[in-house]
């Protein structure tokens, strides 16, 4: 149900007014950030159900992950497309905002400077590019990082669970190993005792 409230959302970005997409980005990304903490308390879950039922959960939990994982990225890059709408129509507003003036001697444009101040302009978009990209990227290390972690945890934790059982196990043989030496024992007497009886009493 979460994830398609994502994708309902998803679906007004792109109708959104420049207004008011800020807020909807924020409130796709607070959603997409609740279900990855549901998921992470799936995950836990799943690895307590029956065998049986465990690797089923466990793909729908994965299933679940993918597709939340694809609602990230698709916001990410809409992020990044309105960033790169932004700033070309800032650099043409400036461009378009700017003026010329003649100097005393001779009617020139400053070519030369508006060149220069372009290719910064430039060089600032490239740079935040590569910033975004690196970003992103750490971001996804970490978010892989977190699903090895989780992964390993729930192997640890099905460990645990199998050598708890196996104690188990072990502890009710041992006991039930020392009652039949006991039965056994028991038995032995009274069988000697019968027998003990009868040649008393029949010789």
Do not use: W
């Not at 836990?44 to 959960?57: T, V």
């Amino acid at each position: 149900r979460q994830v398609h409230e994502v994708q309902s959302y998803m679906g007004r970005l792109e109708s959104s007014a420049k207004e008011s997409v800020h807020l909807v980005e924020n409130e796709i990304q607070a959603r997409i950030d609740n279900i990855f903490s549901n998921l992470e308390r799936l995950e836990i879950l799943s690895s307590k159900e029956p065998p049986n039922k465990r690797q089923n959960a466990k793909l729908r939990v994965d299933q679940l992950k993918y597709d939340v994982q694809h609602l990230q990225t698709a916001l990410r890059n809409f992020q990044h497309r309105r960033y790169q709408r932004e700033q070309q129509e800032r650099q043409r507003e400036e461009l378009l905002a700017r003026t010329f003036t003649a100097n005393d001697s001779a009617t020139t444009i400053p070519i030369d400077e508006t060149l220069q101040y372009n290719e910064s302009l430039q060089s600032a978009h490239r740079g935040m590019d590569e910033l975004i990209g690196s970003g992103t990227n750490i971001l996804q290390g970490l978010r892989d990082q977190r699903v090895t972690l989780k992964g390993t945890q729930k192997k640890i934790l099905d460990v645990a669970n199998m050598l708890g059982l196996s104690n188990t196990v072990m502890r009710l043989i041992e006991k039930r190993a020392f009652q039949d030496k006991f039965l056994m024992l028991g038995g032995m007497a009274v069988t000697c005792v019968i027998m003990f009886l009868v040649v008393q009493y029949l010789t």
